[in-house]
Every structure is written in C-alpha cells, then in structure tokens.
T-cell receptor
Framework: EDQVTQSPEALRLQEGESSSLNCSYTVSGLRGLFWYRQDPGKGPEFLFTLYSAGEEKEKERLKATLTKKESFLHITAPKPEDSATYLCAVQERGGTASKLTFGTGTRLQVTL | DTGVSQDPRHKITKRGQNVTFRCDPISEHNRLYWYRQTLGQGPEFLTYFQNEAQLEKSRLLSDRFSAERPKGSFSTLEIQRTEQGDSAMYLC?????????????FGSGTRLTVV
C-alpha cells in the first residue's frame, strides 16, 4: 500500500527565513508526485508534479525536488501570504490507479 | 469556466438522516473524483468516475455511500443513515484523462457536520 509521510507537522518561520518541507514516500511504482497548497476551509490548490528522481520545478518562492524516496519543498524568503498547509501526494503507476495518496501535510505559518 | 463547484458548502444534519452533495466539474474534464478529509489529515480517496462509469471505489466507501455521475457531467454523493464519524470535508476534483501533469483541480468542498 502506498504511504506518504510529511515532516514537520507544523513550521513557524519569520518572513524571509528560508526552510524546507519533507515528503517521504513508499510506492510500488511512481507515476507522479504532487505538491498542493491548502488554505483553511478551501480545497487543495495544485502547485507541482514531479515524475522522476533528479527533477526540479520552481514557482515564485517555491522549489520542489524529487529523489527515489523523498521530495522536498524549499521555500525561499517566505512571506506571510505563503502561510498554508502544504500537502504531498503520490500517484501509483499502472492499472486504474488514478487516485492520489496524500500525506497529512505541513502547516506553515510565516510571521512578520 | 469557474473551476470545480460543490454544493452545498456546509451541511449540518442529524444522525440517521440522509444527505446528498453535488459536484460540477470543469466542463472538459472527463474524470471526476471524490475525497474525504478530516481535521488535520490529508484527503482520502473515495471513488472516481471516467465519464459516467464508476471505475474505482475505496474500501472506505461503505454501503451507506453511493455516488453517481449520470451523464458524465455533474456528480452526486449520497450518504444514507449518517453517523457522527461521517463528519468531514467532502472534496470533489476533476481532471483530463490525458496526463497533463497538472494533477487534479479540487473544489472548495462540502463540510458535513453530523450532530
């Protein structure tokens, strides 16, 4: 069974203080690893898809990287508007495996 | 197109009552998914449709739950004889069959509270 573990559970940063969120995964064959952002009371918002080890993607202050066992979401010089829960999910290759298996998320708070 | 729409946004019901939620996906998306999310947890897969066919159901989806997508457009999720453990956010998402790499587009969810 696919497993996704995210750490830390919660992270408090000061504005401008860079850090990284971790997503460790176990899947029999990885089709894709997804990062989402979720604000309170809203559905997850898509950020990135990574497909193979060594791949990197960037969007504004966020950069996602992927190895064979984990992914990192690097946040450079965060701003208060980056405060949200960041979810990682994996999609297994093959069959009717269209579903995503999510981790429990990292709650990020960025203060002034 | 304004994205994935879910209705209602909030629902409070008494234990034992039936409830039905509606999801309108992005019009050109032929895949539709239902997920459930409880506080502090990530979304958990319930079921998915490709067009009008329900192709996969999670074992989380007990026989009190039923989902339909009658014409391959909107979908409904019904919970019969609700229990307090059904209290959660029910999320709908849609995507294109071809892998665009953009993942799913989620709606804002329906928050169910069973009292």
């Amino acid at each position: 069974e696919d497993q996704v573990t995210q750490s830390p559970e919660a992270l408090r940063l000061q504005e401008g203080e860079s850090s990284s969120l971790n997503c460790s995964y176990t899947v029999s064959g990885l089709r894709g690893l997804f990062w989402y952002r979720q604000d309170p009371g809203k559905g997850p918002e898509f950020l990135f898809t990574l497909y193979s080890a060594g791949e990197e993607k960037e969007k504004e202050r966020l950069k996602a990287t992927l190895t064979k066992k984990e992914s990192f979401l690097h946040i450079t010089a965060p701003k208060p508007e980056d405060s949200a829960t960041y979810l990682c999910a994996v999609q297994e290759r093959g069959g009717t495996a269209s579903k995503l298996t999510f981790g429990t998320g990292t709650r990020l708070q960025v203060t002034l | 197109d304004t994205g994935v729409s879910q209705d209602p946004r909030h629902k409070i019901t008494k234990r034992g009552q039936n409830v039905t939620f509606r999801c309108d996906p992005i019009s050109e998306h032929n895949r539709l998914y239902w997920y459930r999310q409880t506080l502090g947890q990530g979304p958990e897969f319930l079921t998915y449709f490709q067009n009008e066919a329900q192709l996969e159901k999670s074992r989380l989806l007990s026989d009190r739950f039923s989902a339909e997508r009658p014409k391959g457009s909107f979908s409904t999720l019904e919970i019969q004889r609700t229990e307090q453990g059904d209290s959660a956010m029910y999320l709908c998402a849609s995507s294109l069959q071809t892998d665009t790499g953009y993942g799913y587009t989620f709606g804002s969810g329906t928050r169910l509270t069973v009292v």
